[in-house]
T-cell receptor, first 115, second 113 residues
Framework: DTEVTQTPKHLVMGMTNKKSLKCEQHMGHRAMYWYKQKAKKPPELMFV???????INESVPSRFSPECPNSSLLNLHLHALQPEDSALYLC??????????????FGSGTRLTVV | KQEVTQIPAALSVPEGENLVLNCSFT??????LQWFRQDPGKGLTSLLLIQSSQREQTSGRLNASLDKSSGRSTLYIAASQPGDSATYLC????????????FGKGTKLSVIP
């Protein structure tokens, strides 16, 4: 299995809703990432998990709450989002290692629309 | 802070042409460089990964080169096809802890039948 699987593919939510994005990989990667991508822009890093522990939080608002329940799963819990949070949310994974020469594998993304 | 620049921002070519996409980066202390393809509204598909010790990588009609000392990489696409139309992103892995993946803004390629 060489894929990162993201669900759902599309999500429309109101500003008072609570929803979760899910990401799964079975490549034995111990680093997992959430990225946010706005239209016509490159992906921006949100969170990094290494060995199931949060290692990087790029000053993301608390209405985004990541969770890594095990080495294969990564969730992003959403609450009280704003319309400007509408974007493509990408999950990625990679091997870990200081000076790692491994590449990243990205999922197909969740298109989120906040109304 | 690592910065990645891609030139041109957009490119339109007739089918069958060979083409070159350019990527430059400011800090040569990288672990690797990865080229991705992104179709509209979709995720990123990895095309080629070049390690810092390598000069080039090839996959089918694609060839990527890396000149780390000058901070440059090129993606060469041979005999372009309409199906190659997409945005191509260059990303550099660098920084302490090696979790930093810095993207360029991409080159939007259109191959005209």
């Amino acid at each position: 299995d060489t894929e990162v699987t993201q669900t759902p593919k599309h999500l429309v939510m109101g500003m008072t809703n609570k929803k979760s994005l899910k990401c799964e990989q079975h490549m034995g990667h111990r680093a997992m990432y959430w990225y946010k991508q706005k239209a016509k822009k490159p992906p921006e890093l949100m969170f990094v998990y290494s060995y199931e522990k949060l290692s990087i939080n790029e000053s993301v608002p608390s209405r985004f709450s990541p969770e890594c329940p095990n080495s294969s799963l990564l969730n992003l819990h959403l609450h009280a989002l704003q319309p400007e949070d509408s974007a493509l949310y990408l999950c990625a994974s990679s091997h870990v290692g200081q000076g790692s020469s491994y590449g990243y594998t990205f999922g197909s993304g969740t298109r989120l629309t906040v109304v | 802070k690592q910065e990645v620049t891609q030139i041109p921002a957009a490119l339109s070519v007739p089918e069958g042409e060979n083409l070159v996409l350019n990527c430059s980066f400011t800090d040569s202390a990288i672990y690797n460089l990865q080229w991705f393809r992104q179709d509209p509204g979709k995720g990123l598909t990895s095309l080629l990964l070049i390690q810092s010790s390598q000069r080039e990588q090839t996959s089918g009609r694609l060839n990527a080169s890396l000149d780390k000392s000058s901070g440059r990489s090129t993606l060469y696409i041979a005999a372009s096809q309409p199906g190659d139309s997409a945005t191509y992103l260059c990303a550099v892995r660098s920084g302490a802890g090696s979790y930093q993946l810095t993207f360029g803004k991409g080159t939007k390629l259109s191959v005209i039948p």
